[in-house]
């Protein structure tokens, strides 16, 4: 794949065998992982100064659960995008995290080639298998985009929180899409009020309630929101995008549900919340000098109590997809296809328009195809 390694996250990151143009997660870290940063904060490791979310082991385990509830979500599919499984698409997953999208991804389609890039690299993720057409890449969705070839999908999922600017990210994913490709952003962050309390809570005075606007307000005044804003259909319309969709799941929180399936799904949603409470605040908390430590380790201890004591959480997850719109040319290309095959079927079946008549019709789509009309 020609992409390569494009803002290191620390000068001199870059494994010194590489060429100009860069090197992958994998050959950065084979060359010296410690030329990664790994911040050490009241006890959960960061690989940015900057973005909120812990890199660790706990936050590992909360991502691949995570995972897993989107696929449930989806019917065992990885997108909603309608690709071929034999198409040989190009696919960006931005902020790839432990990988596990763009792995499975990379299995479903064997012919696509797929760049995972984020700012950091998870010890245990799967960004260190070695995959014929997965190049796990460092990179700063925030700066400057220089990938070569357009995509056919850029992926973004759980990035809530990281981007000052939504609005550039989605320019420059339409400027990095091919005609008709598409963008899918997910999202289901709590702090984007996404979380509903069961009809006999009275919800006006929880601990969640505090937990989820103060993290709110926090993001709002550092300038990286996580209202969700991002996923409003005019997000993605003002960057250009077209046919944009929203698919959005309620699914429950804890172990209330009594069908199965709703259960399965509210047990695992139960167990990423519990373990992402503290990820999704501590730093926050303390680094706006709102919380101490123990304070925010408090808080979310009060919040995990009144999520377990409760009955009829529930949290909704949402997906949001849009096209670049299609080429004048691929557009005019699709309705003489669809013009052809319609005259190939009425020529089969009825012999219509008579003898030679097919053979004209044929001879003037081919004429238009050309452009000769
Ligand atoms: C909550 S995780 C989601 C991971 C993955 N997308 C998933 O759904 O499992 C967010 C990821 O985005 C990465 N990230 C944060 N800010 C980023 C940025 N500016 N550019 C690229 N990746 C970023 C983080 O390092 C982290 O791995």
């Given amino acids: 794949m020609e992409d390569k390694y494009l803002q290191p996250e620390v000068p001199g990151a870059r494994d010194s065998d590489e060429d100009s143009d860069g090197a992958s997660i994998k050959s950065t870290r084979s060359c010296a992982s410690t030329t990664l940063p790994q911040i ?21 385990t909360r991502l691949n659960i995570t995972h897993q509830i ?3 979500l989806l019917d065992g599919c990885l997108t909603t995008v309608p690709f071929n499984p034999k198409s040989t698409p190009r696919i960006l997953d931005v902020g790839t995290g432990p990988g596990d999208w763009a792995i499975e991804m990379s299995a479903e389609f064997p012919n696509a080639e797929i760049i995972a890039s984020d700012i950091g690299v998870f010890d245990s993720g799967l960004g260190h298998l070695s995959l014929p057409n997965v190049d ?14 357009p995509f056919d999908l850029v992926h973004i999922r759980g990035l809530s929180g990281a981007f000052l600017d939504w609005g550039r990210i989605y320019r420059q994913a339409f400027a990095h899409l091919k005609p008709g490709g598409y963008i899918e952003v997910a999202d289901s962050d709590p702090a984007g009020e996404t979380i509903s309390f069961g009809e006999n809570t009275h919800s006006e005075n929880s601990c969640l309630k505090e937990y989820t606007s ?12 996580r209202d969700l804003e991002h996923l409003q259909t005019s997000a993605l319309s003002a960057a250009g995008f077209v046919d944009v969709r929203v698919l959005e799941r309620t699914i429950p929180i804890g172990l209330w549900p009594e069908d199965d399936q709703e259960k399965t799904l509210g047990k695992m949603a139960l167990i990423a919340l519990l373990e992402g ?4 605040a501590l730093r926050p908390l303390t680094a706006s000098g709102r919380y101490t430590s123990d304070e925010a380790r408090q808080l979310c201890e009060r919040v995990q109590e009144e999520v377990l004591g409760s009955s009829g959480l529930r949290i909704t997850v949402k997906i949001v997809t849009g096209r670049r719109p299609a080429s004048y040319a691929q ?4 309705v003489l296809a669809r ?3 319609k005259a190939k079927v009425i020529k089969e079946k009825d012999g219509f328009p008579g003898a030679g008549g097919g053979k004209r019709i044929g001879i003037f789509l081919e004429k238009k195809r050309k452009g000769r009309w």
Wanted: include cysteine.
């Fill in 40 to 60: 050490h904060e009241n006890g959960r490791r960061y690989c940015s100064t900057v973005y909120f979310m812990p890199n660790d082991e706990t936050e590992l």
């Fill in 331 to 334: 557009k005019r290309q699709d």
């Fill in 214 to 225: 103060t993290l709110r307000e926090i993001a709002k005044e550092a300038g990286y929101p």
């Fill in 339 to 341: 013009a052809m095959a």
């Fill in 136 to 149: 796990f890449q460092l990179a700063d969705a925030q700066s400057e985009w220089t990938y070569h070839s």
């Fill in 70 to 72: 989107y696929l449930i």
């Fill in 277 to 280: 409470l503290e990820a999704y």
